[in-house]
T-cell receptor, first 112, second 117 residues
Framework: KQEVTQIPAALSVPEGENLVLNCSFT??????LQWFRQDPGKGLTSLLL?????REQTSGRLNASLDKSSGRSTLYIAASQPGDSATYLC???????????FGTGTSLTVIP | NAGVTQTPKFRVLKTGQSMTLLCAQD?????MYWYRQDPGMGLRLIHY???????AKGEVPDGYNVSRLKKQNFLLGLESAAPSQTSVYFC????????????????FGDGTRLSIL
């Protein structure tokens, strides 16, 4: 069974700092990997999706990388802002396509 | 474009009562999913469907039933609610692997907050 781990569980940084969130998975047979943002009391919003054949994806201040062979992905947030405060989850879609496996998330607080 | 819509948004039940959660998507997605999210445990898959008329069990299916009579709708039922089913329930949908659009992300509803007393 695929297991997805996110470390740290919580992170607090001052505004303006660059930061990296980590996601690791146990089975490299993945179809893609997604990073989501979840605000308190809300659903999940997709931030970036990386196909298994890709190494990274960028959107604005966000950059996600994927190293399938080592079972790792990182989400890099540049010049963090208080509005970035949220929980960030990663999820892998397995190659059979039927299921996604989620990490437990990293709760990010950006202090003004 | 509404995306994924869940109803109701909140509900309080007494132990033993039954209810149905409705999920509707307007993106013509083949796959639909029901998850529950509990503190410290992340999202856990309850049931999923790979197409109209098909359903399958996920990681935590006990105490729940589902139906996918129409492609756009996926219903989650609790026949006899228990306090352990107090949770936030999320519905999601996605394209099939191999479809031209399969590089599109999984889409989520805003959740249903369910309390069982």
């Amino acid at each position: 069974k695929q297991e997805v781990t996110q470390i740290p569980a919580a992170l607090s940084v001052p505004e303006g700092e660059n930061l990296v969130l980590n996601c690791s998975f146990t089975d490299s047979a993945i179809y893609n990997l997604q990073w989501f943002r979840q605000d308190p009391g809300k659903g999940l919003t997709s931030l970036l999706l990386i196909q298994s054949s890709q190494r990274e994806q960028t959107s604005g201040r966000l950059n996600a990388s994927l190293d399938k062979s080592s079972g790792r992905s990182t989400l890099y947030i540049a010049a963090s802002q208080p509005g970035d405060s949220a929980t960030y989850l990663c999820a892998v879609r397995i190659t059979t396509g039927n299921q996604f496996y989620f990490g437990t998330g990293t709760s990010l607080t950006v202090i003004p | 474009n509404a995306g994924v819509t869940q109803t109701p948004k909140f509900r309080v039940l007494k132990t033993g009562q039954s209810m149905t959660l409705l999920c509707a998507q307007d993106m013509n997605h083949e796959y639909m999913y029901w998850y529950r999210q509990d503190p410290g445990m992340g999202l856990r898959l309850i049931h999923y469907s790979v197409g109209e008329g098909t359903t399958a069990k996920g990681e935590v299916p006990d105490g729940y039933n589902v139906s996918r009579l129409k492609k756009q709708n996926f219903l989650l039922g609790l026949e006899s609610a228990a306090p352990s089913q107090t949770s936030v329930y999320f519905c999601a949908s996605s394209y099939t692997i191999g479809a031209l659009e399969s590089n599109q992300p999984q889409h989520f509803g805003d959740g249903t907050r369910l309390s069982i007393l």
